[in-house]
């Protein structure tokens, strides 16, 4: 795969973890690198010549959307809500077709019951309340640091799980704005040693479960893909719905531009993700 088009992938990968109620699992679906990804993370030394080139530069594409997005996310959730989650939307329905081939002439009793309740799980998510304490992580001792990195295991899990934002998770731990603020303080070289050594311990446990989960959904997909992707599916499905709903309790404007915007931005992130998941 083109290392260019790989780093963009990531780019978009790494803005659907930004945004709360977006996850970035399922932008790997639908843009067509999730079990590749999978494989890479969980295979590593395997292949490391190739999965370090496929890895490097989705987290390339990723790391420059984090660093550079942050800032025009937040602008654009505060003035253009309604634009920028259909945008989403657009780019997680864009790999619906790609997703619905997977068990295309399987269904059954069984995987109808599995859909069901991922969908189901992902909505009741939308129910639960965002910690309104938020963690300092000005001052940590070390069971802060401790606690800080299981978080970033968690996160790291929701991240790879299709469907569960986890932006939204880190929100509802209070980590969402204090990790934000750390990544935007460190892009203007503030505080540098306490802002590496903050990240680099969240970073750290982001890792580790990143290759846990990888290894448990790949053992799901080797013993039990189409009952996996019916799962994955009813995640997806599940998301959209819930990134909606999300963007209204929120607060969201609803004009004539408003409306035009996102109905454009929705065709292109649509068009965007069939283009990119070939």
């Given at each position: 795969?083109?290392n260019?088009?790989?780093?963009?992938?990531?780019?978009?990968?790494?803005?659907a973890?930004?945004?709360?109620?977006?996850?970035?699992?399922?932008?790997?679906?639908?843009?067509?690198?999730?079990?590749?990804?999978i494989?890479?993370?969980?295979?590593?030394?395997?292949?490391?010549?190739?999965?370090?080139?496929?890895?490097?530069?989705?987290?390339?594409?990723?790391?420059?959307s984090?660093?550079?997005?942050?800032?025009?996310?937040?602008?654009?959730?505060?003035?253009?809500?309604?634009?920028?989650?259909?945008f989403?939307?657009?780019?997680?329905?864009?790999?619906?077709?790609?997703?619905?081939?997977?068990?295309?002439?399987?269904?059954?009793?069984?995987?109808?019951?599995?859909?069901?309740?991922?969908?189901?799980?992902?909505?009741?998510?939308?129910?639960?309340?965002?910690?309104?304490?938020?963690?300092?992580?000005?001052?940590?001792?070390?069971?802060?640091?401790?606690?800080?990195?299981?978080?970033?295991?968690?996160?790291?899990?929701?991240?790879?799980?299709?469907?569960?934002?986890?932006?939204?998770?880190?929100m509802?731990?209070?980590?969402?704005?204090?990790?934000?603020?750390?990544?935007?303080?460190?892009?203007?070289?503030?505080?540098?040693?306490?802002?590496?050594?903050v990240?680099?311990?969240?970073?750290?446990?982001?890792?580790?479960?990143?290759?846990?989960?990888?290894?448990?959904?790949?053992?799901?997909?080797?013993?039990?893909?189409?009952?996996?992707?019916?799962?994955?599916l009813?995640?997806?499905?599940?998301?959209?719905i819930?990134?909606?709903?999300?963007?209204?309790?929120?607060?969201?404007?609803?004009?004539?531009?408003?409306?035009?915007?996102?109905?454009?931005?929705?065709?292109?992130?649509?068009?965007?993700?069939?283009?990119?998941?070939?």
């Amino acid at each position: 795969m083109n290392n260019i088009k790989l780093m963009i992938k990531g780019f978009f990968i790494g803005i659907a973890n930004i945004i709360p109620g977006v996850s970035g699992g399922t932008l790997m679906i639908t843009l067509g690198v999730y079990e590749k990804v999978i494989e890479a993370i969980s295979h590593f030394t395997k292949d490391i010549k190739e999965h370090l080139r496929f890895i490097f530069w989705i987290g390339i594409g990723a790391i420059i959307s984090i660093v550079s997005m942050s800032k025009l996310i937040v602008f654009s959730l505060d003035n253009y809500r309604l634009p920028t989650v259909l945008f989403f939307i657009g780019l997680i329905l864009g790999g619906i077709p790609m997703l619905y081939g997977k068990v295309k002439g399987k269904i059954n009793i069984s995987n109808i019951i599995i859909f069901l309740i991922t969908f189901l799980f992902v909505i009741s998510m939308m129910f639960l309340n965002s910690n309104s304490n938020e963690v300092d992580l000005g001052n940590l001792n070390v069971v802060g640091y401790i606690l800080l990195f299981f978080v970033g295991v968690v996160a790291s899990a929701t991240m790879v799980i299709p469907g569960i934002s986890g932006s939204f998770v880190l929100m509802f731990l209070g980590y969402y704005e204090p990790i934000l603020n750390r990544v935007n303080s460190l892009v203007k070289f503030n505080d540098i040693f306490t802002n590496v050594l903050v990240l680099g311990v969240f970073g750290i446990g982001v890792l580790i479960g990143i290759v846990g989960v990888s290894k448990l959904i790949e053992f799901l997909l080797n013993k039990y893909e189409v009952k996996t992707f019916s799962g994955i599916l009813g995640f997806v499905i599940a998301s959209c719905i819930s990134i909606v709903i999300n963007a209204f309790n929120e607060g969201i404007t609803v004009n004539f531009i408003q409306v035009l915007l996102g109905i454009v931005l929705f065709i292109i992130g649509y068009v965007v993700a069939r283009k990119l998941g070939d």
